[in-house]
């Protein structure tokens, strides 16, 4: 009673005070009985209990109507008996029927004392009602009797409701109309047999067996109505949960609304479904789904993660077979579930073992395909491998690889397509999980080719025969980007100390004054000193600039520049560096391009460092600027050895020299790096070039209209509103 509402509380106490109140003013009656008042008491008690035992409930959702004759026992004894006989017969009847039914004992009191202070209130009435009423057999006394005992319906009716609409928080209207009707109906079939009751009492009491006969076959006919009520809720309830087991299948499940169903079929307080999978135990109730981990599953039988609930007893059904699904199907309820209900327990746990097996294939499937996605998309070739050593699946990687298309493939074995006898070998027999290594495979062409594989085997499903995935990459390509890095290190080692040698080694003569004193050799020491210091420069500068444009750092700073000046510029400077080199500017077209000027000088001064680097001493090197249709193109070109066709497409990519020509220090970055440049200018850049007749680098610049292009001052970097910031891709 302590868990009650308090306001229950004060309802459940003023009712008993009220019904103890109704009991005491029959107390100078009561003294004054005789036998035959203490029989008809024990009679009136007797035929209550046996009423109140054989109620037919009816459970209509968290209601339940009872169906009784106990009040029509009551009207017939308000005809024929004092009130105090009444009152003491209720206490009694309902007390110890209630009591029988073990009851919680606040329960008792509170329906006892209302039933105490209705039939107080209906026997009062009926006092004041029945002065024309002449014995049991005058209508005018069972119309008394009949106003008398609706006074109590009400009673009763308003106390039950005021304590539900407390207890659940609903309005009493609302609480009160429930039902209502049916109410109304029993309690008028109640009444006239009551007062039958009293009739044949007051005329023939062995009428009264008589009655027992329509009375039985209103109980058998009740019990049958109820019956087939509760059958046609249990199939519709039936109906409603396989076909929430039968919908369609979403990526989490969710059985709430199933168990709430399965509650109101058997009738449960609570349905749990427990399934385990792979050290997950997820435990589904009608109000969600909680998840728990437990270390070892098989350590646990299934039963174990079951609660235990006071007075409840879990009755369980496994779902699953135990290999495939593991999991239970608890029912929580106080009685033991019958033959038909643990048929029906039975019968749905087969049904969710279904449901949770097309969930997990439906996992699966979703898992297939993602990794289909993904082995679709993957630069590296991937194909699969059956137990027969024939191909089952090929990726378009596998196709750019070795030219044979998917459906020329798959089907055939990987030893007469490929001629890998390793792969077709190791699916036959148990040949370990995987594998490494190198292979020389059949290309479509009938050429061979060198690759590196990996295999491991797959199997996704216990039963399925064994598979191997063999994931393929081209030996050669591999070799070469091996070497490429190799290369790399070596030359970014070799550039790095190749300068700081004779830089060192001056510095130290300086030091240690073992130079001459003579000025002209100093400043000649000066001046190689310098050279080294800017080629360390330039490379630690490539390098910058190469890292900066793979990370997608790279600014340009685009703005109009007067070309020809800019050009002049170069060269002067270039010329001062470089006195034993001729540089010619030749047919430089004014032009106002949109670039940004220090980029340009970078990439101009690049072509004029590879054509110093690469042609012998003295021979000059022109340098050009011819207007086009929108743009100008630069040219540098030199009287060098050339580069050979093989090489010219080649030399703008990253880290590519030509090992086979002149061999001059260098890192293999300066192209790639002008290529790049010139292109986030919108530029093109491009060699022409025969083998020992010199070779002349050009690229192209956009030029800004000369009439609409804003006021450029010459040697000065423009206003940088009109200059537009690129980021490199
Ligand atoms: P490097 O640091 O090697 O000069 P670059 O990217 O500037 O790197 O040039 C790539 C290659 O192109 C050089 O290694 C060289 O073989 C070739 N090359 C570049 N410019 C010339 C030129 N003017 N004459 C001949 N070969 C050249």
């Not at 009062?124 to 024309?132: M, N, P, S, T």
């Not at 004054?513 to 400043?523: A, I």
């Not at 990370?551 to 020809?564: E, F, N, R, T």
């Not at 192209?671 to 680098?697: H, K, N, P, Q």
Request: aromatic share 6%; charged share 25%; net charge negative.
């Amino acid at each position: 009673m302590s868990s009650l509402p308090r306001s229950v509380k004060t309802l459940i106490v003023g009712a008993t005070l009220l019904g103890l109140g109704c009991v005491a003013i029959r107390v100078p009656e009561i003294l004054r009985w005789n036998a035959q008042d203490l029989l008809a008491v024990a009679l009136i008690a007797a035929l209550t209990i046996t009423a109140e035992r054989c109620s037919i409930p009816l459970r209509r959702g968290s209601e339940t109507v009872n169906f009784a004759l106990t009040d029509g026992v009551w009207a017939g004894a308000l005809l024929l008996v004092a009130p105090g006989i009444l009152t003491v017969a209720v206490l009694l009847g309902v007390g110890l029927g209630q009591a029988i039914n073990r009851w919680k004992p606040y329960k008792i009191a509170f329906n006892v004392s209302q039933f105490l202070i209705g039939i107080t209130i209906a026997e009062i009435a009926f006092g004041v009602l029945d002065i024309w009423g002449d014995g049991p057999t005058d209508p005018a006394r069972w119309l008394a009797g009949l106003a008398a005992m609706f006074l109590m319906f009400v009673v009763n009716a308003t106390a039950i409701s005021l304590v539900i609409s407390r207890m659940e928080g609903t309005r009493f209207l609302d609480v009160f109309r429930i039902s209502l009707a049916v109410n109304v109906l029993h309690w008028l079939g109640n009444m006239a047999l009551g007062i039958l009751g009293a009739i044949s009492w007051a005329i023939q009491p062995a009428g009264l067996i008589l009655m027992l006969a329509p009375v039985s076959l209103a109980y058998v006919t009740y019990r049958r109505w109820v019956a087939s009520i509760l059958e046609r809720d249990q199939m519709r309830d039936l109906y409603e949960a396989g076909r929430t087991l039968a919908g369609p299948i979403a990526s989490t499940e969710d059985f709430g609304d199933f168990l709430g169903l399965m509650e109101k079929l058997l009738p449960a307080d609570r349905v749990e479904l427990v399934v385990v999978e792979e050290g997950m135990v997820a435990v589904h109730a009608s109000g969600g789904v909680r998840h728990l981990t437990i270390d070892d599953t098989d350590a646990d039988p299934l039963e174990a993660i079951v609660t235990v609930r006071s007075g409840l007893a879990p009755q369980i059904s496994l779902v699953g077979d135990g290999s495939e699904v593991r999991g239970v199907l608890a029912v929580y309820r106080s009685q033991v579930l019958t033959a038909n209900e643990r048929l029906l327990l039975d019968g749905l746990a087969g049904q969710v073992a279904a449901r949770l097996r097309n969930h997990r294939v439906y996992g699966k499937t979703l898992e297939r395909a993602r990794l289909a996605e993904i082995v679709t998309h993957t630069s590296d070739g991937v194909f699969t491998v059956d137990q027969y050593g024939r191909i089952a699946t090929w990726n378009p990687a596998m196709t750019a690889l070795l030219g044979y298309e998917e459906d020329e493939a798959i089907g055939h074995r990987c030893d007469d397509l490929l001629g890998l006898e390793r792969i077709a070998a190791l699916t036959d027999g148990d040949a370990g999980d995987g594998e490494s290594g190198d292979a020389i495979v059949r290309t479509r062409d009938g050429d061979s080719k060198a690759i590196r594989l990996r295999t491991s085997a797959i199997q996704d499903d216990e039963d399925a025969p064994p598979a191997r995935i063999v994931v393929v990459r081209d030996a050669g390509e591999e070799r070469k980007a091996e070497q490429i890095k190799r290369d790399f290190v070596s030359m970014v080692s070799h550039e790095l100390r190749s300068p700081l040698t004779p830089l060192r080694g001056f510095l130290v003569s300086l030091v240690e004054g073992t130079v001459d004193d003579d000025p002209l050799k100093r400043q000649e020491y000066y001046q190689i000193m310098l050279r080294q210091a800017q080629r360390l420069e330039r490379t630690v500068n490539d390098m910058l600039d190469a890292s900066l444009i793979e990370a997608g750092g790279l600014v340009v700073d685009l703005q109009p520049v007067p070309l020809d000046h800019v050009l002049g510029r170069i060269v002067r400077e270039f010329r001062e560096q470089h006195p034993n080199r001729p540089v010619l500017l030749k047919e430089i077209d004014p032009a106002i391009v949109f670039a940004d000027p220090f980029r340009v000088e970078q990439v101009v001064l690049n072509l004029l460092s590879n054509a110093d680097k690469y042609t012998p001493e003295r021979l000059p090197i022109d340098v050009r600027a011819t207007l086009g249709e929108g743009s100008v193109t630069i040219s540098v070109r030199d009287q060098g050895p050339g580069i050979p066709a093989e090489h010219r497409h080649l030399i703008f990519d990253r880290f590519y020299r030509v090992k086979d020509g002149p061999s001059r220090p260098g890192t293999g970055l300066g192209l790639y790096i002008a290529r790049t440049l010139v292109e986030a200018m919108s530029g093109r850049i491009w060699v022409d070039s025969e083998v020992d007749e010199g070779a002349t680098f050009s690229f192209t610049l956009q030029t800004v209209d000369a009439d609409r292009a804003p006021a450029v001052k010459l040697d000065e970097v423009p206003d940088t509103a009109e200059s537009l910031l690129i980021r490199m891709p």
